[in-house]
């Protein structure tokens, strides 16, 4: 009983979804299927030429599956239903085709504006770092002058300190030179005194 | 008189009709060539490799219209043909789009990279 049941049901839910696939396939459901996509391709395509020329193409094609589809009224059988049916089945596939060629479209127009805008900002960032590059060897320059500054300072001051040494040393020779001077003055005064009376000429007796 | 003047008259008609009826195959066939030669280019460039499906589906295409000639149905051959046409020009598209992707991709790359770059030397400061 079980597996009548079980074999029932599967049976069921099998004729519903080819009723649905049945659905899905009538020129009608097409047709609806590609206008949504033209609907939503247009979206996407926004401001893009080629992604607009081939939704253009697109909506040809689907004007071409409404005519077809309008051909058939209810006394259209046979061959020439299928004919028709059938020509909605391929415009509406070369709508499709079309919507494909639009999105690939404006993803590529997106992708060169993307690598367009990433080039503009390289370049830009590139001259930055180009400033700050040639700011970082001014500064560097500088820093060399400045330690060159520094060396000359400290090499000033030692010199000013030996320049001070020496002149003491200077000034202290200059006062032992006045004070040697001194001396030699008293020293040939005092040998110039004992010596004069002998210059003294001593009287002669005839 | 009459069967004079009508006689070349049919005959014409069917010369005609004869060379009508053998332009359209003539047609189709330098379609089929000239779709076949676009896809067997493509498939030995960039094409091939990117948009791989898209050759395969124009391929199937082209085959289709092959049989559907074979079957009288010229109808559907152009049809076919025209699919073909379509889905060449997609392959051409899918691949346009892949490279532009790329480009963008590394484009993006060497900018975030002059970006770190940047960073460092405001990380460094002055030093």
Redesign the interface.
Request: net charge positive; no cysteine; aromatic share 4%.
């Given at each position: 009983m079980k597996r009548i049941l079980y074999a029932l049901s599967a049976l069921l839910l099998f004729s519903v979804s080819v009723i649905q696939a049945a659905e899905n396939d009538t020129p009608e459901a097409r047709i609806n299927a590609a206008k949504v996509s033209i609907e939503k391709a247009t979206v996407n395509a926004s401001n893009i030429k080629s992604a607009i020329d081939d939704l253009q193409q697109a909506n040809i094609y689907l004007k071409k599956a409404e005519d077809a589809l309008a051909s058939i009224g209810f006394m259209t059988f046979g061959d020439k239903k299928r004919a028709l049916e059938k020509d909605v089945a391929h415009n509406a596939q070369m709508v499709g085709l079309y919507v494909s060629l639009s999105g690939l479209h404006a993803s590529k127009a997106r992708s060169d504006h993307d690598a367009e805008q990433y080039d503009k900002l390289t370049l830009i960032t590139k001259k930055r770092i180009g400033i700050i590059e040639s700011c970082r060897s001014e500064l560097s320059k500088v820093k060399g002058d400045v330690a060159k500054l520094g060396s000359a300072a400290s090499e000033l001051s030692v010199l000013k300190s030996e320049n001070s040494k020496l002149s003491e040393q200077v000034s202290k020779q200059n006062k032992e030179i006045i004070e040697l001077k001194d001396k030699l003055e008293q020293a040939r005064k005092a040998v110039v005194a004992p010596s004069s009376p002998a210059v003294v000429p001593v009287p002669v007796v005839k | 008189m009459r069967r004079i003047v009508a006689v070349p008259f049919v005959l014409l008609t069917l010369m005609v009709a004869t060379a009508y009826g053998a332009e359209a195959p003539k047609e189709i066939q330098g379609r089929f060539d000239q779709l076949s030669e676009r896809a067997s280019k493509l498939a030995s460039t960039k094409v091939g490799e990117y948009a791989k499906d898209d050759i395969a589906a124009a391929r199937t295409s082209i085959s289709a219209a092959k049989l559907a000639q074979a079957a009288k149905n010229e109808k559907?051959a152009l049809?076919k043909l025209?699919?073909a046409e379509?889905?060449l020009?997609?392959a051409e598209?899918?691949t346009?789009?892949k490279e532009?992707?790329e480009?963008?991709t590394l484009?993006?790359a060497?900018?975030k990279q002059?970006?770190s770059?940047?960073d460092s030397?405001f990380q460094e400061g002055?030093k």
């Open positions: - | 559907l049809q025209e699919i379509v889905q020009t997609i598209a899918r346009a789009e532009a992707a480009q963008a484009k993006r060497q900018l002059q970006e770059r940047l030397f002055g």
